[in-house]
T-cell receptor
Framework: NAGVTQTPKFQVLKTGQSMTLQCAQD?????MYWYRQDPGMGLRLIYY???????DKGEVPNGYNVSRLNKREFSLRLESAAPSQTSVYFC????????????FGDGTRLSIL | KNQVEQSPQSLIILEGKNCTLQ??????????LRWYKQDTGRGPVSLTI?????NTKSNGRYTATLDADTKQSSLHITASQLSDSASYIC???????????FGRGTSLIVHP
């Protein structure tokens, strides 16, 4: 049982380049999330999808777009990467959005030069 | 502004000892409070979730308490093991919002 799978695990980009982070879950969860984790700070929610077909902004959505491709997959796109987007990105999923635990992937470590 | 403060920032204990981590929050209205364990280089793993009406919840050697009146929570680890070395993160969800507020975590190191 893989749980939440993120690809790639590591990536280095140049400023202005674009890329898409992929996330897939095999737990038949309704809700999916994208977070970023920066040194000395708590995780911050970028975007979330409460259910298939819906997406909403989180705390720090600027510079990002998301797509809930189907129930299993939720991708995060950086259209024009900036050094301030250097971070570790985590995808998570949960059965429901309020009182269900979130299951996290192991992260994508992204560096933007 | 909603805030979650955790203390201590870091803690070193000997294997077999107990320890307690603290979480104070100013989030309002309160929905639920969660504790996660995050190993180095891995994603967080859920330990407990507590709603307003729950005072305590256990998960093996981990016991979380919640005092909604004082807006404080604690995570007690009993008989620590080397594998307990990790960051422990407190997260509070606001009623009516799906955006959680994460604490910065307490880094626990368990020495043999």
């Amino acid at each position: 049982n893989a749980g939440v799978t993120q690809t790639p695990k590591f990536q280095v980009l140049k400023t202005g380049q674009s890329m898409t982070l992929q996330c897939a879950q095999d737990m038949n969860h309704n809700s999916m999330y994208w977070y970023r984790q920066d040194p000395g700070m708590g995780l911050r929610l970028i975007y979330y999808s409460a259910s298939e077909g819906t997406t909403d902004k989180g705390e720090v959505p600027n510079g990002y777009n998301v797509s809930r491709l189907n129930k299993r997959e939720f991708s995060l796109r950086l259209e024009s990467a900036a050094p301030s987007q250097t971070s570790v990105y985590f995808c998570a999923s949960s059965g429901g959005i309020v009182n269900q635990p979130q299951h996290f992937g192991d992260g994508t470590r992204l560096s933007i030069l | 502004k909603n805030q979650v403060e955790q203390s201590p920032q870091s803690l070193i204990i000997l294997e077999g000892k107990n320890c307690t981590l603290q979480c104070n929050y100013t989030v309002s209205p309160f929905s639920n409070l969660r504790w996660y364990k995050q190993d180095t280089g891995r994603g967080p793993v859920s330990l407990t979730i507590m709603t307003f009406s729950e005072n305590t919840k256990s998960n093996g050697r981990y016991t979380a308490t919640l005092d909604a009146d004082t807006k404080q929570s604690s995570l007690h680890i009993t008989a620590s093991q080397l594998s307990d070395s990790a960051s422990y993160i407190c997260v509070v969800l606001t009623g009516g919002s799906y955006i959680p507020t994460f604490g910065r975590g307490t880094s626990l190191i368990v020495h043999p």
